[in-house]
């Protein structure tokens, strides 16, 4: 049942609009001036006022602004009541009511049946605006909600990236010296590296890739190192790449694991040898610089033409070896370093991002932020679109 409040000094009235109000349905409240409506109107809060414009100490103007300033009245429709008088007068009238919030105007002498019609047009209005009102509140809970919980999934997510970073190798220093980028686009990445000894004389080095972003895919690149530095993939020689990968390939099809793939460059180097293999399944090639000379370096791409692990079953891969010169050093990288999108809309791509490679190692410097540096330059925003990882490793 709507609230109605009436406000007039005039008894006579009161009664008149109290009694056709109430023989409408609605629940009538009156009061006899501005102050005791003003009052009146902060206990009930009522749908709909209706006020006399010329009362006695606290005229119906007043009272309408300082209803319309409370905002547990914002959606109160008022309706002042004006007595006739000449056109020019009510025009002024109108504009002056307007201007203090009133929401409707009738003239005295009041026509009850005008009356009824004016009270339900604004008992929809207020209905409506009560409606939004109601819309918006609940809006600004459930956005202080989605807030909570994001800053929750955030604090999760920073959580679940620390473990995350917590599990890559410390660099290596002696035979093999290593070092390593790690810059996710989110907070959580699909790249994964390791390195390790696997016994006197070889060396594990790889970098894999897992398709799309966030958590599913740096679950399944975790699940991977997991495996790998457990050495559990059964039936498996952890020496000789081509088996690794061909184990992988059985235990990380694609059709098991949310439709995600993954590449790596899997290699083993023979310090005693100095002989590196490797196999490499859809990933980018790595590149070998090696100093043959003052002013020369020569350049090999280690790469392969295989498929991605968990596309096809029951797949073969190839070894690849040779001999590493002294004074050599290998980059493994994900695509995430070279496909950068600048802001003239070309992609730097992996040549110049070779070429870059070669330059940078020209120079005295050994700290791989200067090409963090450098990459992110040529992004010119904040994050990368995709992940981007980097491996260096030096054969000393």
Known sequence: MFKILIIDDDPIVRAALKRTLQNQGYDVSVASDGEEGIVLAKQLHPALIICDWMMSNLDGLEVCRQIKVDSEMTTTFFILLTAKGAAKGEEEDRIRGLDAGADEFISKPIEMNELKARVRAGL????????????????????????????????????????????????LVGTVTTKALFVPSTQLGGDCFDYYWLDDENLVIYLLDVSGHGVGSALLSVSVLNVLRSQSLPNT????????????????????????????????????????????????????????????????????????IGFVPNIEFENVAFDVEENSTLYIFSDGAYEINQPDG???????????????????????????????????????????????????
């Not at 929809?124 to 409606?131: A, E, F, I, K, M």
């Not at 609940?138 to 620390?162: M, P, R, S, Y």
Request: aromatic fraction near 8%; charge should be negative; hydrophobic fraction near 35%.
């Open 237 to 308: 020689n952890f020496s000789q790449p081509s088996e690794v990968l061909k184990a992988l390939n059985n235990a990380f099809q694609m059709s098991n694991h949310g439709d995600k793939y993954f590449t790596i460059w899997y290699g083993v180097y023979n310090r005693r040898k100095r002989q590196l293999t490797y196999a490499s399944a859809g990933h980018p090639q790595a590149v070998l610089l090696s100093h043959t000379s003052t002013n020369k370096i020569q350049v090999q791409q280690l790469g392969s033409l295989d498929l991605p």
């Open 346 to 396: 070309t992609i730097w791509g992996i040549n110049a991002f070779i070429d870059y490679l070669i330059n940078y190692s020209k120079e005295e410097t050994h700290d791989l932020n200067q090409i963090l540096k450098y990459i992110m330059a040529l992004n010119g925003k904040c994050n990368l679109d995709d992940d981007l990882s980097l491996l260096k490793a030096e054969f000393n």
């Open 124 to 171: 929809r209005l207020h209905q409506l605006n009560q409606d939004l009102h109601n819309q918006k509140q609940a809006l600004e809970v459930l956005n202080q909600d989605l807030q909570t919980q994001k800053q929750i999934l955030e604090a999760e997510l920073a959580e679940a990236a620390d473990y995350v970073r917590s599990l890559l190798p410390e660099p």
